[in-house]
């Protein structure tokens, strides 16, 4: 069985729940860890979620904003003294664009003491990948994605899983037409929704580089989409965010939504 297990949904300055961050647990029960939130508060959800992180051996970031890298940091500092005392078996293998693997080794070799960097490069890997890539991960082959970013940039990724069904993963931007092609009948498409269209002009989603739930729907409609994963998400929607999200979106998208809390899992 596939499944995501939903880490955090909230946007940058969330406060009531955890920055957008998931698992993507494949069908041997290995983890890809995508993003990793703002700060050591992700290691904090994994032990929640039950995931041992002595068992994540595959993390991707998607950009360098603060609320999708700095908590790699912190799961750098975990697994480098989990390697010295003999707990953590294997490598791990960091995923990301040039600029993302620049600020990372920056922030290694200037924030943590040198005898934290020995396993750098050597039982710790960061890989850069490119648009369009095709790279091995678990039993996936994922092929990443420029998004095509209007601010910083700014990948994802789409594979196949295990199951035959295909999934996408496309950062905290809209669906760009530059992209339709690469998720058009997709079964599984994971996009950020930062809030109703009909509060947009509260919100000012699109001055943010962000997205409206009917927007996202109403794309994802028109390309066939089969399964909408809504999250990124501010926080002023109150209690029953998940209900009128999927309202707004049933009104623009015939396939099944998601609108995942803290914490659920989606059974891919």
């Known amino acids: 069985m596939e499944k995501i297990i939903v880490l955090g949904t909230g946007s940058a300055s969330v406060t009531e729940n955890f920055n957008t961050c998931f698992v993507l647990e494949d069908s041997s029960q290995e983890y890809l860890l995508v993003d990793t939130g703002g700060g050591n508060g992700i290691l904090k959800q994994l032990k929640l979620a039950n995931i041992d992180l002595n068992k994540i051996h595959n993390i991707f970031i998607s950009h360098k904003h603060i609320d999708h890298l700095y908590g790699l940091l912190w799961i750098y500092r975990f697994v480098d003294l989990s390697m010295r005392k003999g707990k953590y078996n294997g490598t791990l293998n960091i995923y990301c664009h040039d600029e993302v693997a620049k600020i990372i080794r920056d922030q290694i070799r200037t924030l943590l003491r040198k005898e934290q960097q020995l396993f750098l490069d050597k039982e710790i890997f960061i890989n850069i990948v490119n648009d369009h890539e095709k790279v091995k991960i678990l039993n996936y082959e994922l092929e990443f994605l420029d998004i095509h970013s209007k601010s910083d940039k700014q990948y994802g990724f789409k594979t196949i899983l295990n199951n035959g069904k295909t999934l996408g993963f496309l950062g905290d931007e809209p669906l760009y037409e530059e992209l339709y092609k690469d998720v058009e009948n997709i079964d599984w498409l994971l996009h950020e929704a930062f809030c109703l269209e009909t509060e947009a002009d509260k919100f000012k989603p699109r001055e943010k580089n962000h997205d409206t739930v009917k927007s996202a ?14 999250w990124h998400t501010q926080e002023n929607l109150g209690k029953n965010r998940k209900e009128r999200y999927i309202q707004e979106a049933k009104e623009n998208f015939l396939g099944k939504i998601y609108v995942p809390n803290d914490f659920d899992e989606i059974i891919l």
């Open 217 to 230: 729907s109403i794309k994802a409609e028109k390309l066939n989409v089969k399964n909408l994963v809504l």
